[in-house]
């Protein structure tokens, strides 16, 4: 037990002494989080919205107000028929339109149900559900007010039309997939570069003639790494939380616990990496092309998997990241409880397993 | 040497890094021709000065002047008038031996008709008919630095910089290697050489000893001999370098 | 203490044969030296008798314990020390010292007195990181984290490689000292030179041994009489002395010439060569009869091979 802790203290040293590798660590999920959070993000201001108000009474004036003061519309009124709209939004002039009906008021009053139509351009999906996202809410909220000391509620279906994209699918959310990216990052990537640095300073060598069992060599690598990205984890949570407003939904402890999974899934994976890689570039080379890669593509955090071919829908399955996603999604957005991911789950269980099986198997006591 | 011609022209030249200063105001020249061996411990300074004598370092000050050219400003120039071989990087292991006397060559802008004539030569020379096709990689140590060294004078450079190019060689070897250094000088190419061997010390014209960044003796083998009462240059070289003070 | 029998080994599936069939043993308590050019295949048996590689052919054992078989209880008595650098770089002197202590389940403070005379010397040190240390220093701290386990058997493989002859010199004293304290000791070496200092040294060259004696043995079994032969205008004597002696061999060894004067045993060779070399029109001609050195055995086993 004092070498394993000898180790892991030796394992720290590298991490703290290497500016590159601490800018990595934690200078990534900074930038991750801000690159997404802001530069990508989903949320518009000053969208050209036009409003065409057929009804002209006080609930459509009280709407289009309420539009308009918020930051994320500017909204030009009337100005348009509904062939120029479609021409505006051709033309890219026009983000979103909202429609009244003639008897928009009435409807109100008299059926207690309204309908709005909202028209996105839904050429850059991710602006158009956003757009219809808040337009929805603020519809939302008046409706709400309305309702206020009344017995009967009154109802208003904003009918959302989707121009040029209509099969478009939820809102992704980035914050999920940040992490699955940035843990990958961290527990493959430095994981396997970390080991294979041993092999090429020739201090495996000296490793293996020792009597500190090999095995225990790579799981001492990885216990760092399990901290470390532990902070990670913690990090972009606080951040999505403070910076993005962000909440979690569901149970912290639970993602804790499905983070360290992740984590572990990972960290094998760096470890079978490493025993296979000669040099620290092929290693990297592998972690970024072989994993980093897949993560983007396959885990349904920048491209939705539906939408696929099949086979690459069958290949998703075997992304581990495709997993962690859906289960920080569920577990953040949703707040399901453990038995609505234990599939999830289970199946990140077996995927570690088998690359631990494997690692086992494959590592060698000797040099070839 | 008859005509003492001066190629490398070096004076008070140093190189600080922060407050540890490398090469501390070395002065010396070297003459065309000559076979200039540049010893020292480790860490004494050699690699930092061979570095800015091949213009890939800038002196923090001093002056020196490498085939006729400044090392401040004509660092380009010196480039195409300079060889360069080192123990650890030499050719290129994946390439065979024709594609290696071609790339080299290519880069110091050799023509095709030359390229074509010279590496005929140099092959034959090196009795290497036989293995033109070969990767570099597959030849024995003492032939790839036999090969390398052939290379670095493909363009006829003033003056080839050698940085240990004989360590861990075969005794015959070293001596083949020899050879054919000393054939380069005698067709008027200088050569700076390094080495950890002392025997290869009195194959040189002339040695210099660095130690904790300055030249603490120069001279020939016999006179630096004669000056510190040894009987080898081993000895001389023990005597200076015993009190050095620091490692890089 | 170690002993090979019949050992070889190949790579790239057969291509490369890195060490063939080689024997030799070394007693307890024994300095024993492999020396050869880079390439001759002495990493690859240190690296066998650490248990790192398995041989193709032979059998070996290093304290009584197979290499193969046995390879855990080797594992735990053997210090071995890489030919490259094999310290964290970034880690410092006394970092480096405490982490290799604690994984071979010891400490420094417990087997201090073995590696004191070597740790004093980078001592004023102890808080630089073993990155920015000149070549003699970190064979000395590498050397410390060999020994640090008290190992019974140390394998050094070319522990002076690129290091200046002056730290050589003390590396050769630490060996001394520790040979004194019972540890048995194999190292390898491309220098030539340092072949004296051992107590049995083998020569070897393409995977094979040349030769295996003391050093005083090798040489003293040179087949022929040796000469150092000194003139004005070295580069056109040792040019003159192969164009008319062809079939004595003569290379440069310093500032002299060395002659193997193969097959001509009945002659006064310094005499003749001396009036030779006068008519030839050289001057200061200096012809001494010279006891051959280990590199001088060395060449002449190479070019016997050859021939």
């Given at each position: ?10 394992e720290?040293?590298?991490v ?168 990958m990052l961290v527990s493959v990537m430095m994981t396997a570069i970390s080991i294979v640095r ?20 790579i799981l001492?690598k990885a216990v760092p790494y399990l901290?470390l990205s ?33 984590i572990i899934?990972c960290l094998t994976l760096g470890i079978f990496i490493s025993i ?7 290693a990297?080379?592998?972690s ?71 690692s ?9 | ?248 | ?307």
């Amino acid at each position: 037990m004092r070498q394993f802790i000898a180790f892991v203290k030796k394992e720290f040293f590298h991490v703290l002494r290497d500016r590159r590798t601490l800018l990595i660590l934690f200078g990534m999920p900074l930038a991750q989080i801000l690159i997404f959070g802001f530069a990508l993000t989903n949320e518009i201001k000053n969208a050209q919205v036009v409003v065409i108000d057929h009804a002209r009474d006080d609930a459509s004036r009280h709407i289009i107000n309420r539009l308009a003061a918020s930051s994320y519309f500017e909204v030009r009124e009337n100005v348009m028929d509904k062939n120029r709209m479609e021409a505006a939004f051709k033309e890219g002039h026009i983000k979103l339109a909202v429609v009244f009906p003639a008897r928009f008021q009435s409807d109100l009053n008299h059926q207690n149900h309204a309908q709005i139509q909202v028209i996105a351009d839904a050429s850059d999906p991710n602006g158009a559900t956003t757009l219809t996202g808040y337009v929805s809410s603020i519809i939302q909220d008046y409706q709400t007010e309305l309702n206020e000391g009344n017995g009967l509620p009154y109802r208003i279906t904003p009918e959302v039309r989707m121009l040029y994209n209509p099969q478009l699918k939820g809102a992704p959310n980035f914050v999920p997939g940040v992490m699955a990216l940035v843990l990958m990052l961290v527990s493959v990537m430095m994981t396997a570069i970390s080991i294979v640095r041993e092999k090429e300073t020739g201090t495996m060598e000296v490793l293996l003639v020792s009597p500190f069992k090999p095995m225990w060599v790579i799981l001492a690598k990885a216990v760092p790494y399990l901290l470390l990205s532990l902070v990670n984890v913690l990090s972009i949570l606080s951040m999505s939380v403070w910076v993005l407003d962000l909440p979690v939904a569901g149970n912290w402890l639970l993602l804790f616990a499905e983070s360290t999974l992740f984590i572990i899934t990972c960290l094998t994976l760096g470890i079978f990496i490493s025993i296979r890689a000669k040099s620290q570039q092929v290693a990297m080379l592998i972690s970024l092309m072989g994993m980093l890669l897949p993560t983007m593509m396959f885990s349904g955090f920048m491209f939705p998997i539906e939408n696929m071919p099949v086979p690459l829908q069958i290949f998703a399955n075997i992304v581990p990241a495709k997993w962690f996603y859906i289960i920080v999604k569920s577990i953040m957005i949703k707040g399901v409880g453990l038995e609505g991911i234990w599939r999830e789950t289970l199946i990140l269980c077996g995927i570690t397993l088998f690359f631990f099986v494997i690692s086992l198997k494959s590592f060698k006591i000797r040099l070839e | 040497m008859t005509l003492r011609e001066p190629v490398i022209t070096v004076e008070n030249l140093t190189k600080r890094f922060g407050d540890f200063i490398a090469t501390n105001a070395i002065t010396f020249d070297v003459y065309k021709g000559e076979i200039f061996g540049f010893l020292g411990a480790n860490g004494a300074g050699k690699t930092t000065a061979m570095r800015m004598l091949c213009g890939l370092s800038v002196p923090s000050s001093g002056r020196a002047t490498v085939a006729g050219f400044d090392i401040y400003r004509q660092t380009e120039q010196i480039k195409r008038h300079i060889g360069y071989m080192s123990q650890k990087f030499s050719l290129y292991e994946d390439l065979t031996v024709a594609e290696n006397i071609r790339f080299f060559g290519g880069i110091y802008g050799l023509s095709n008709h030359q390229l074509q004539s010279k590496s005929k030569a140099l092959i034959e020379r090196l009795g290497l008919q036989a293995e033109r096709g070969k990767l570099v990689g597959e030849l024995p140590l003492g032939w790839k630095q036999k090969l390398a060294f052939s290379v670095s004078i493909l363009h006829e450079p003033r003056i080839v910089f050698l940085d240990e190019p004989t360590g861990g060689v075969d005794p015959v070897t070293r001596r083949q290697f020899w050879a054919l250094i000393h054939e380069a000088a005698a067709s008027g190419i200088t050569v700076f050489v390094t080495t950890h061997y002392m025997d290869e010390a009195e194959y040189c014209n002339r040695v210099s000893i660095m130690v904790d960044g300055r030249i603490n003796a120069l001279g020939t083998p016999s006179e630096l001999k004669q000056q510190f009462g040894e009987p080898s240059m081993d000895g001389v070289f023990y005597q200076l370098a015993r009190g050095a003070k620091r490692g890089d | 203490m170690v002993s090979l029998k019949n050992i070889t080994k190949t790579y790239n599936h057969g291509t490369v044969k890195a060490v063939d069939d080689v024997s030799f043993s070394v007693e307890k308590g024994e300095l024993f030296g492999l020396i050869g050019p880079d390439g001759a295949g002495k990493s690859s048996i240190f690296r066998m008798l650490a248990t790192l590689l398995i041989p193709d052919k032979g059998s070996a054992t290093v304290a009584g314990h197979d290499i193969v078989n046995d390879y855990k209880l080797i594992r735990s008595k053997v210090g071995y020390m890489p030919g490259r650098f094999s310290l964290y770089p970034d880690l410092s002197i006394e970092e480096n010292l405490d982490f290799f202590a604690t994984v071979f389940n010891t400490t420094v403070k417990e087997n201090y007195h073995l590696i004191e005379d070597i740790y004093v010397q980078i001592a004023p040190f102890h808080k630089r990181r073993a990155g920015r240390l000149s070549g003699g220093m970190k064979q000395k701290l590498a050397l410390c984290c060999a020994l640090i386990h008290k190992p019974t058997v140390l394998f050094l493989d070319e522990p002076t490689t690129g290091v200046d002859p002056v730290s050589r010199r003390e590396f050769w004293e630490m060996l001394k000292r520790l040979r004194q304290q019972g540890i048995t000791i194999l190292v390898s070496t491309p220098y030539m030179d340092e072949a004296s200092l051992c107590d049995r040294i083998a020569l070897i060259q393409h995977g094979r041994i040349l030769s295996i004696d003391t050093p005083q043995g090798i040489a003293a079994a040179y087949p022929n009489s040796l000469y150092a032969v000194k003139a004005t205008d070295m580069p056109r004597l040792i040019h003159v002395l192969s164009t008319y002696y062809p079939h004595m061999h003569s290379y440069l060894f310093g500032e002299v010439i060395h002659l193997d004067a193969r097959g001509m045993g009945g002659y006064n060779l310094p005499d003749e060569l001396t009036q030779f070399l006068t008519a030839e029109g050289f001057a200061d001609i200096e012809v001494k009869p010279i006891a051959p050195t280990i590199e001088d055995c060395f060449i002449n086993m190479l070019v016997r091979h050859d021939t």
